[in-house]
């Protein structure tokens, strides 16, 4: 239970979960059920179940999400980016911010509190096993506060217990957005001397979720969260946001049913529908009073309209005094989905959408770089002919395993020596290098270049040609 007489007993306070002295006011809130509450924890338990499966479902061969910075790989449903996509990567990235922009200016804090992770895992998963274990709010909070007991030690011994099994769980997931399953299950069921450094990886990342679910909590939202900073600029008065209707609920007077009625008859001066019952205060799990009007620390969970809604059904009152709606329709007004903000925020998706399935089509099976190794740009071999030393760096995109061969078709005359055996075996999103000596006769040379043309031929069937200027002396008999 929120202790609502602390939460006001300081003007100064900035948040509600610190105290004026920057101490942490711990905060109890009782869970509301109802009708917000029932679709949330349908959502959060599919949410849940996608969140784990993500990693473990193959698309074209990769998890449905992979994050692989070792290996500089990203695929997102089938689609696979390499650190040379720049211009898919620029893309797909306009169009997340575009999209989660627009989402906000529409829909507020949805994401946050219906969809984030952080509400999702500590609504659903960890707040019922500490539910079941320490009672109900009042109880808890007695209890925190009392001496230490047997009674107090055992039950916190096992929530925590609880609570690391399912961080290290969540660990696991986590870290296989980064690595992959493959590899994870590989470290998981290996020899756990040759992967001390997995072990490190989990336990600080299982400390650290521990850490957020059990102890930070509300605080990641309030204090931590980029997005919640940035909503005093993505939303406006005709977003989606909960709301506490102030033109119905004021002026609000704490009364009982009867003292209801007798307003109801005229017997009484009317007062509003808000009968202070502080139900909203104590279930919010941030701690505000929604009553003081929108706030940044607000996740729009819903659980205030919940709450709102029994005790409106238990005075005979309509539902809805907190609700979803617009500080523009609070105000009389109406709420538009097509405003100036919305519609430039979609033509910014529209655009990024399109520039990304362009260059997603468009893309290449493989990409195929040529250079020059550093070093003499040529060598004038004992016969007079001219060699450059380049390099073939070839990485496969197409999903399978490939191979690739390079062969000189021009200037006439020229050979190619690789340093190394062809062809080159190649696994999917794998990128391998050849260095080789390209050799020409001298008479190809015109003004210290000529232009070779190399044919490149792939595993998978087919060839490409890529012209690469041959470097060599540039006047008449001149050698190095
Ligand atoms: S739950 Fe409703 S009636 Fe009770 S204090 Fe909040 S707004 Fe007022
Ligand atoms: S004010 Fe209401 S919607 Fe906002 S965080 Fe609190 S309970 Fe959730």
């Avoid at 040379?445 to 043309?453: K, S």
């Amino acid at each position: 239970m929120t202790a609502t007489s602390d939460i006001l007993e300081s003007p100064e306070a900035v948040l509600t979960t610190l105290r004026a002295d920057g101490r942490r006011r711990w905060l109890y809130p009782t869970p509301s059920p109802g009708r917000y509450m029932d679709a949330r924890r349908v959502v959060g338990w599919v949410l849940i179940l996608l969140y784990i499966a993500l990693p473990i479902i193959k698309i074209g061969g990769y998890p449905a999400v992979l994050l692989d910075v070792m290996q500089r790989e990203f695929a997102f449903f089938g689609i696979v980016f390499y650190p040379t996509d720049t211009l898919l990567l620029m893309a797909f990235l306009i169009g997340i911010i575009a999209f989660v922009i627009l989402g906000t200016a529409l829909l507020g804090r949805v994401w946050c509190g219906w969809g984030c992770p952080q509400t999702v895992y500590l609504e659903f998963v960890f707040r019922p096993i500490e539910r079941l274990l320490e009672g109900k709010e009042h109880t808890r909070k007695r209890r925190d506060e009392g001496p230490a007991t047997w009674d107090r030690i055992w039950r916190k011994a096992v929530k925590w217990s609880l609570y690391t099994l399912v961080s290290a769980v969540l660990a696991h997931t986590f870290v296989a957005y980064f690595v992959g399953w493959g590899d994870l299950l590989q470290w998981m069921t290996g020899d756990p001397r040759e992967h001390w450094g997995f072990f490190l990886l989990m336990a600080g990342t299982t400390g650290l979720i521990l850490f957020d679910f059990g102890i930070f909590r509300e605080q990641m939202c309030t204090i931590t969260c980029p997005y919640a900073r940035m909503q005093s600029v993505l939303l406006d008065p005709e977003s989606l946001i909960v709301s506490y209707d102030p033109s119905r609920g004021e002026p609000r007077a704490r009364r009982s049913k009867a003292k209801m009625a007798r307003e109801a008859d005229g017997l009484e001066a009317a007062k509003g529908d808000c009968i202070d019952c502080y139900a909203c205060v104590r279930t919010c799990p941030t701690g505000i009073d929604i009553r003081d009007g929108l706030q940044m620390e607000c996740i729009a969970c819903t659980q205030c309209i919940d709450a709102c809604d029994s005790i409106m059904d238990k005075i005979e009152k309509p539902r809805g005094l907190i609700r979803y709606t617009s500080e523009n329709e609070l105000a009389g007004g109406k709420t538009r989905i097509l405003r100036p903000r919305t519609i430039l925020y979609s033509l910014l998706l529209l655009i990024a959408v399109s520039a990304f399935t362009t260059v997603a089509v468009s893309r290449d099976d493989y990409d195929v770089n040529i250079g020059r190794v550093s070093g003499d740009p040529y060598t004038v071999l004992p016969d007079g002919a001219i060699a450059n030393r380049l390099r073939f760096r070839v990485r496969n995109q197409t999903g399978g395993p490939s191979s690739f061969d390079v062969a000189v078709i021009a200037p006439e005359g020229a050979s190619i020596r690789p340093i190394g055996a062809l062809p080159i075996t190649l696994e999917k999103g794998e990128m391998k290098r050849i260095e080789a000596f390209v050799v020409i006769d001298p008479s190809s040379v015109e003004n210290g270049v000529a232009q070779a043309t190399f044919e490149l031929s792939f595993g998978t069937g087919g060839t490409e040609r890529y012209d690469f200027p041959i470097l060599g002396p540039s006047g008449p008999g001149q050698t190095r």
